[in-house]
């Protein structure tokens, strides 16, 4: 392997999921076998969780599912208890789908010993627990992880499953930014009827149908990975970002990378610089004004945007080609439907 390819982002991903795995199997492990001591008795199975907590590192919520995915448990969590959750059914949720996934896949091929588990270690595999991938958290709406554990009883009958919640920004991740590879890339943009202004209407791209995800993903970067300045081509869904740690050089990112919140594993964390004009609390809702200007109604919309932290500004290009660069307040202030009148 040469070192751009040992640096590459798919790489640097797959470390970081890889030290995240070893760092979580063991305890969790432990504490599927405290629950499947206990099982079925709610108090107790809540006094291990409460027991192991300060033992998963980085954790943000412990719980327990049942086969179907209803939670079993209150949450645990650093406060203690919070048990508005039990009964929760999880099972629409994406962790939870891909641990139900793999449990139906073991259990069809446990009497063959065949099971495809990562390895924590060389000759030893991390059996029963997945690190799910990365997505959206419902209330936060930042990018989020979550470890499940299988539990079993004594004869290896699945009973049901531990669930351990981390925010990615929470995690121990990469102290280097990784390298750009450099080979030609090609993106096409918005496929217009004629050349006509009345006919160019807005065709939906891949980004507009992952918008939500890729501004959480966006926004996380921003305010937590050392990005400070970044364009978002809707239209051809794709974005170029520009890092503190290597300021000289810009990354490009497709849609396919925008939509997965793995990503940000891939990037070191770094405080929100003291220098910059942006406001953190105001990052957000400027993602969701360039969001409400993507999807205007008719022939005038918003093709790509930007948004640099230490300068302030916002650059917006529409549909007729006209730019704008405005400052990131009165960008906030201003009437959206005043860009139709320029």
Request: hydrophobic residues 35%; contains cysteine; glycine residues 4%.
């Given at each position: 392997?040469?070192?751009?390819?040992?640096?590459?982002?798919?790489?640097?991903?797959?470390?970081?999921?890889?030290l995240?795995?070893?760092?979580?199997?063991?305890?969790?492990?432990?504490?599927?076998?405290?629950?499947s001591r206990?099982?079925?008795?709610?108090?107790?199975?809540?006094?291990?969780?409460?027991?192991?907590?300060s033992?998963?590192?980085?954790c943000?919520?412990l719980?327990v599912?049942?086969?179907r995915?209803?939670?079993?448990?209150?949450?645990i969590?650093?406060?203690?208890?919070?048990?508005?959750?039990?009964?929760?059914?999880?099972?629409?949720?994406?962790?939870v789908?891909?641990?139900?996934?793999?449990?139906?896949?073991?259990?069809?091929?446990?009497?063959?010993q065949?099971?495809?588990?990562?390895?924590?270690?060389?000759?030893?595999?991390?059996?029963?627990?997945?690190l799910?991938e990365?997505?959206?958290s419902?209330?936060?709406?930042?990018?989020s992880?979550?470890?499940?554990?299988?539990?079993?009883?004594?004869?290896?009958?699945?009973l049901?499953?531990?669930?351990?919640?981390?925010?990615?920004?929470?995690?121990?991740?990469?102290?280097?930014?990784?390298?750009?590879p450099?080979?030609?890339?090609?993106?096409e943009g918005?496929?217009?009827?004629?050349d006509?202004?009345?006919?160019?209407?807005?065709?939906?791209s891949?980004?507009?149908?992952?918008?939500?995800?890729?501004?959480?993903?966006?926004?996380?970067?921003?305010?937590v990975?050392?990005?400070?300045?970044?364009?978002?081509?809707?239209?051809?869904?794709?974005?170029?970002?520009?890092?503190?740690?290597d300021p000289?050089?810009?990354?490009?990112?497709?849609?396919?990378?925008?939509?997965?919140?793995?990503?940000?594993?891939?990037?070191?964390?770094?405080?929100?610089?003291?220098?910059?004009?942006?406001?953190?609390?105001e990052?957000?809702?400027?993602?969701?004004?360039?969001?409400?200007?993507?999807?205007?109604?008719g022939i005038f919309?918003?093709r790509?945007?930007?948004?640099?932290?230490?300068?302030?500004?916002?650059?917006?290009?529409f549909?007729?080609?006209?730019?704008?660069?405005?400052?990131h307040?009165d960008?906030?202030?201003r009437?959206?439907t005043?860009?139709n009148?320029?």
């Amino acid at each position: 392997m040469t070192a751009l390819e040992d640096s590459s982002l798919p790489r640097r991903v797959f470390q970081q999921r890889a030290l995240l795995t070893g760092l979580l199997y063991e305890p969790m492990r432990r504490l599927a076998d405290a629950c499947s001591r206990v099982w079925g008795d709610r108090p107790k199975m809540e006094t291990a969780l409460s027991e192991a907590f300060s033992n998963v590192p980085y954790c943000k919520f412990l719980y327990v599912l049942d086969t179907r995915g209803v939670q079993i448990t209150s949450n645990i969590s650093r406060e203690g208890l919070l048990a508005e959750h039990f009964g929760r059914d999880r099972s629409d949720r994406p962790y939870v789908r891909e641990a139900l996934l793999a449990a139906e896949y073991s259990n069809k091929y446990r009497e063959a010993q065949y099971q495809q588990w990562p390895y924590i270690r060389e000759g030893v595999q991390a059996v029963d627990f997945l690190l799910c991938e990365a997505y959206i958290s419902l209330h936060a709406l930042r990018p989020s992880l979550t470890a499940v554990q299988f539990v079993r009883d004594t004869d290896g009958t699945l009973l049901g499953f531990i669930g351990a919640d981390f925010a990615l920004r929470d995690l121990p991740q990469a102290g280097e930014i990784y390298e750009e590879p450099r080979y030609p890339r090609r993106f096409e943009g918005d496929p217009f009827i004629s050349d006509t202004a009345d006919t160019k209407m807005r065709s939906e791209s891949k980004m507009d149908r992952h918008l939500d995800t890729v501004l959480s993903v966006v926004e996380e970067l921003i305010l937590v990975h050392g990005v400070y300045h970044i364009i978002l081509h809707f239209s051809s869904s794709q974005a170029i970002l520009w890092v503190m740690d290597d300021p000289y050089r810009y990354r490009l990112l497709t849609i396919d990378e925008l939509i997965d919140p793995n990503i940000c594993l891939a990037y070191p964390k770094r405080p929100y610089p003291d220098e910059a004009v942006v406001p953190q609390q105001e990052v957000r809702k400027i993602l969701s004004n360039l969001r409400t200007l993507r999807f205007m109604q008719g022939i005038f919309y918003l093709r790509s945007g930007s948004v640099n932290i230490f300068n302030g500004t916002v650059g917006l290009t529409f549909s007729s080609d006209c730019s704008h660069y405005i400052s990131h307040d009165d960008f906030l202030k201003r009437d959206h439907t005043l860009w139709n009148n320029g």
